[in-house]
């Protein structure tokens, strides 16, 4: 990623760009804010995301965390014209050795940034409203409990870009919805409403409205706060124990097969339509 972003360190009165950070009655409030529209993934997010969560994961006044989005959508997924330039010298014509090795460094420390959540030792539940796109199921599927409005929907979307998911929803997803449902969602990229999230077991509740859904989440993390802080801790780290081998595997084969083949004329035909607002054709080359 770029050089120029800040890096700050974790506090709950810290000015991030891509997250509003709240702490209250041992419950740190976690809201994404940007700044991409529709609270997409950008170069200030994928910073800021590992400081913060392992301030979290440090921080003994905190024994829960909520994770939302601000206005009607949770996230967007990847920000692709802010990642353009991360993404273009692997895309290039005759890249090699040196754009792809660059490249799968990129990966690692994105994964890193998904992994700093999925590793905290504060159970995080994430509340859903709008779209959850991409990076944005990624990223739930590193929180331990998952709930969502009615007007919830979701979408392993990477497919339909050119590129293989690979920020943990391939590695994380078979253990929450089981093998034929990620199949289906990863292949086709299709989306699902949250009745049917709720059905697959994505989510736990589903909720009238955005108001809804996020008193419920704060309802949990705030029951699980009011319990001993490292039983908690010692049975996410039991119920994680069994699946970390797994998951790091799945990881670290993506972060490579896509250094590998991720270029190609139909991610940058993706990319392109990304930026003219216009439906991709894909040719397989």
Not at 83 to 90: I, R, S, T
Request: aromatic content about 6%; glycine content about 8%.
């Amino acid at each position: 990623m770029s050089n120029d972003v800040t890096t700050p360190a974790y506090s709950d009165s810290t000015q991030y760009k891509a997250f509003d950070v709240h702490v209250a009655d041992q419950v740190a409030e976690v809201t994404l804010i940007g700044p991409g529209k529709g609270n997409a993934m950008g170069p200030d997010f994928w910073a800021e995301l590992v400081p913060l969560f392992e301030g979290i994961d440090a921080d003994n006044d905190v024994r829960a965390v909520v994770l939302t989005g601000s206005g009607k959508h949770f996230s967007f997924g990847l920000d692709l014209p802010a990642m353009a330039g991360d993404l273009g010298a692997v895309l290039t014509p005759g890249a090699q050795a040196r754009p792809r090795t660059d490249f799968h460094d990129m990966v690692k420390r994105m994964q890193k940034g998904v992994n700093t959540l999925a590793d905290c030792r504060k159970p995080i539940v994430a509340a859903v409203s709008g779209w959850c796109i991409g990076g944005g199921v990624d990223l739930i599927t590193a929180a331990d409990i998952r709930v969502a409005s009615t007007d919830a929907k979701f979408s392993v979307r990477e497919v339909k870009v050119g590129m293989v998911a690979d920020m943990g929803s391939l590695a994380r997803l078979p253990l929450i919805i089981g093998d034929g449902h990620t199949r289906e969602l990863a292949l086709t990229g299709k989306d699902i409403d949250a009745a049917r999230a709720e059905k697959i077991g994505l989510i736990s509740d589903v909720y009238d409205d955005q108001d809804a859904a996020l008193a419920a989440a704060r309802r949990t993390a705030s029951e699980i706060a009011a319990n001993p802080p490292l039983v908690v801790q010692g049975v996410k780290d039991v119920l994680d124990h069994s699946r970390s081998a797994t998951v790091d595997d799945s990881l670290r084969y993506v972060a490579a097969w896509n250094a590998a083949f991720l270029p190609s004329s139909d991610i940058s035909e993706a990319i392109a339509a990304v930026f003219e607002k216009r439906y991709p054709q894909f040719t397989g080359e």
